[in-house]
């Protein structure tokens, strides 16, 4: 059973920076359109980007030129890097497959939460 762990959120200021990793056992990774998910309280879980194995890449809007979402096949770990951050980015971070193919079980997430 695949298992994926997130790793590198934390509290940051407006403006700044962050890389969140997500990492699976096996090798599932590199062969699957992998996202980065986030879910702010009260709020219903989105899709925020995702990559495909040819590494492919598609955002929200909202993210556009301030998140780059990337992929380590060697070290079967997609990345998610982070820059400009806003207060309305804070939320838990997931990784999982992307819409439309059945999602591993969830890992635990990592918290981002902006403010200053």
């Known amino acids: 059973q695949v298992q994926l762990v997130e790793s590198g959120g934390g509290l940051v200021q407006p403006g700044g920076s962050l890389r969140l990793s997500c990492a699976a056992s096996g090798s599932m990774l590199s062969v699957n359109v992998i996202g980065w998910y986030r879910q702010a309280p009260g709020k219903q879980r989105e899709l925020v980007a995702t990559?495909?194995?040819?590494?492919?890449?598609d955002y929200i809007d909202s993210v556009k030129g301030r998140f780059t979402i990337s992929r380590d096949n060697a070290k079967n770990t997609v990345y998610l890097q982070m820059n400009s951050l806003k207060p309305e980015d804070t939320a838990v971070y997931y990784c999982n497959r992307g819409r439309g193919f059945t999602p591993y079980p969830w890992g635990q997430g990592t918290q981002v939460t902006v403010s200053s």
């Open positions: 990559i495909t194995p040819g590494r492919n890449t």
